[in-house]
């Protein structure tokens, strides 16, 4: 048998991408809240006027409003998910409906409790819970008043915030994850870290430094949950960019090289609890100067992550030569060039199962901590027969050539890998596009682009297929 016993088989979603009840029960915005769908949002995450404008004055369609209403819907929908004998789900807590605008004096009690009956209903069915603290978005309040984690001033607004949640659910929750692909911050600045860049002067440096206070965050709340949640693990996760050089030639190997420092950075800062020589490095070729505080370095070192969690989606390849440079692949909002012994998703994602071995090896010799595989699958247009099935065998395809790479890491090569939540296990949002139609679910929901639709469940052929692979510990693939 090579997956262990105990091996946590589940799925992953994120508060604001299927929760909707929007300003319901005191809940206030969130950042997530005022982007539009389609394939404008992509250019508003990067457009700091259409930001501006939507903060101030939002009109039209805002997919995460309505999401699929799992607020509502939760309790048939984990019916569903222990149906497909899932030992561990993976969701997130929306800050805005625990601290509506970030610095309210007391908790919104109606916020902590949704969260209460969501995890009680989880472990009631025997799922364990993975909680992320902050997944792509924060009270749209702290926005517009500290520019996000460009401020110091929310590194004790989210101790606060991780104080209160840890506290109120140490019973419950037994791994958490601090942030969301930390590294997206310097992708997705709105997303990743509640940043508007309005001087792109003053980019490079407002990031760098959204970074360290979230980086100092992190490790606080580390420590925080360490000693509130003595039983519970914390990891840190991170968004896989998996690049291979796209020849030989020694510089397109140095090439992939920088790359790996760019997405691993954070995660090195947050498993060895220090910020490695090469960053360091840049940030004086830069002219980058950091605020820092005398006990900063202190909290880096106390407050180091239990398990690495990380994103995997697809590769892509890396060149410095402009022959190859202009062939570009999209990818997980970091794309790369084409690798021409990939096919690609219908999102012009390159599927590459073997890739999450190589992917498991780097980041288990990089750090030597447990890993865990918070996000993985397939975005992609499914079609609802006249019968009702949908037929979605691409997307078993695409997770069991994955699933048959995570076997390989386990038993061949020795990886310590805890569990695997693939992303969307029921059809949500997506992060980038506000799509409905890029679905990830084992279980389908009746709901289209523009927000028509039902919001009937409805199972898969993939969630019978994901069963069987759960109850044979991943040997009927
Ligand atoms: C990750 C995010 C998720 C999720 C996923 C799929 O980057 O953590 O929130 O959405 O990617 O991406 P998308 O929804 O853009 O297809």
Excluded at 124 to 153: C, F, Q
Excluded at 190 to 200: M, N
Excluded at 334 to 340: A, E, L, T, V, W
Aim: aromatic fraction near 14%; charged fraction near 25%.
């Amino acid at each position: 048998m090579s997956f262990p016993e105990g091996f946590l088989w589940g799925g992953a979603v994120a508060a604001n991408q299927c929760e909707g009840a929007y300003l319901t029960d005191g809940k206030g915005c969130c950042t997530a809240e005022i982007l539009h769908g389609g394939k404008g949002r992509l250019t508003e995450f990067f457009d700091p006027q259409a930001l501006r404008k939507n903060i101030e004055t939002p009109e039209g369609y805002f997919p995460s409003r309505e999401a699929i209403d799992f607020y509502r819907r939760y309790k048939d929908d984990i019916a569903l998910f222990a149906e497909m004998g899932f030992k561990v789900f993976r969701t997130s807590i929306n800050w805005s409906r625990i601290f509506p605008n970030g610095e309210d004096a007391q908790p919104n009690e109606a916020g902590l409790a949704f969260y209460d009956s969501l995890f009680d209903e989880c472990r009631k069915r025997g799922i364990e819970l993975l909680v992320t603290v902050s997944h792509y978005e924060m009270p749209l309040e702290l926005t517009k008043k500290y520019n996000g984690w460009a401020s110091r001033e929310l590194i004790p607004l989210f101790e606060r915030y991780c104080r209160v949640i840890f506290t109120r659910y140490r019973e419950n929750v037994k791994y958490w994850i601090t942030f969301n692909e930390a590294n997206m911050i310097l992708n997705i600045p709105l997303f990743g870290g509640g940043l508007v860049i309005d001087d792109p002067a003053q980019k490079q440096r407002l990031m760098y430094q959204a970074c360290h206070n979230q980086l100092v965050a992190s490790a606080a709340a580390v420590k925080l949950c360490h000693e509130i949640c003595p039983d519970a693990k914390i990891g840190a996760m991170v968004a896989a960019f998996t690049t291979y050089p796209y020849s030989c030639r020694p510089e397109d190997v140095l090439a992939k090289n920088e790359i790996d420092k760019q997405w691993l950075f954070i995660t090195d800062v947050q498993a060895r609890g220090y910020y490695p020589a090469y960053i360091k490095r840049f940030f004086e070729r830069e002219n980058i100067r950091l605020e820092t505080e005398k006990d900063d370095e202190a909290v880096l070192r106390e407050g180091t992550a239990d398990f690495i969690a990380f994103s995997y989606y697809l590769s892509a390849a890396i060149s410095t030569d402009p022959a190859h440079v202009a062939n570009k692949t999209s990818g997980n909002l970091f794309g790369g060039i084409q690798n021409p012994y990939l096919k690609t998703s219908d999102w012009g994602w390159q599927i590459d199962p073997l890739g999450l071995r190589y992917t498991l090896n780097l980041l288990y010799d990089r750090y030597q901590k447990p890993l865990f595989i918070v996000e993985n699958g397939l975005g992609a247009k499914d079609v609802v027969e006249a019968d009702g099935s949908i037929n979605d065998d691409y997307r078993i395809d695409y997770l069991r050539d994955h699933i048959k790479a995570m076997k390989a890491a386990v038993e061949e090569d020795g990886i310590d890998l805890i569990g695997y939540t693939p992303w969307g296990c029921i059809d949500l949002i997506s992060a980038s596009t506000g799509e409905m139609s890029k679905r990830y679910g084992f279980i389908h929901v009746d709901k289209d682009d523009e927000g028509n639709g039902t919001l009937t469940r409805s199972r898969k052929k993939s969630f019978y297929w994901y069963k069987c692979v759960i109850e044979s510990n991943g040997e009927k693939l």
